[in-house]
């Protein structure tokens, strides 16, 4: 079992910066991926980065390519989400999410077997 904490949302204006942060604890050997995933109220929860454990590989969502990037500390077993220019339409519960499986997508929330319990982001016009 593998358990994740994140931490780092709050309310930004359009435009800011926040710094996400995604705490990896348990049997962290057995993931092969970590990632972020958001969901918006009264919308589905969609993927957002996702990057392999190795840290050599990352994905993006098309709305989020050239503003957010993933990234990992193996050795404090903590996963980054950093978002710069942030939308309104930014605004969702931010939750980080791991798998043990290998597949050839990132974005099928399907696949990953643990998760946080979210964070929640903030946007202002």
């Known amino acids: 079992q593998v358990q994740l904490v994140e931490s780092g949302g709050g309310l930004v204006q359009a435009g800011g910066s926040l710094r996400l942060s995604c705490a990896v604890s348990g049997r962290t050997f057995s993931s092969t991926a970590v990632g972020w995933f958001r969901q918006a109220p009264g919308k589905e929860r969609e993927f957002v980065a996702a990057?392999?454990?190795?840290?050599?590989?990352?994905y993006y969502a098309d709305s989020v390519k050239g503003r957010f990037t993933i990234s990992r500390d193996n050795a404090k077993n903590t996963m980054y989400l950093q978002m710069n220019s942030l939308k309104p339409e930014d605004t969702a519960a931010y939750y980080c999410?791991?798998?043990?499986?290998?597949?050839?997508?990132?974005?099928?929330?399907?696949?990953?077997?643990?998760w946080g319990q979210g964070t929640q982001v903030t946007v202002s016009s």
């Open positions: 999410a791991a798998r043990s499986g290998y597949y050839s997508n990132y974005d099928n929330r399907g696949t990953y077997d643990s």
């Open positions: 990057i392999t454990w190795s840290g050599f590989r990352s």
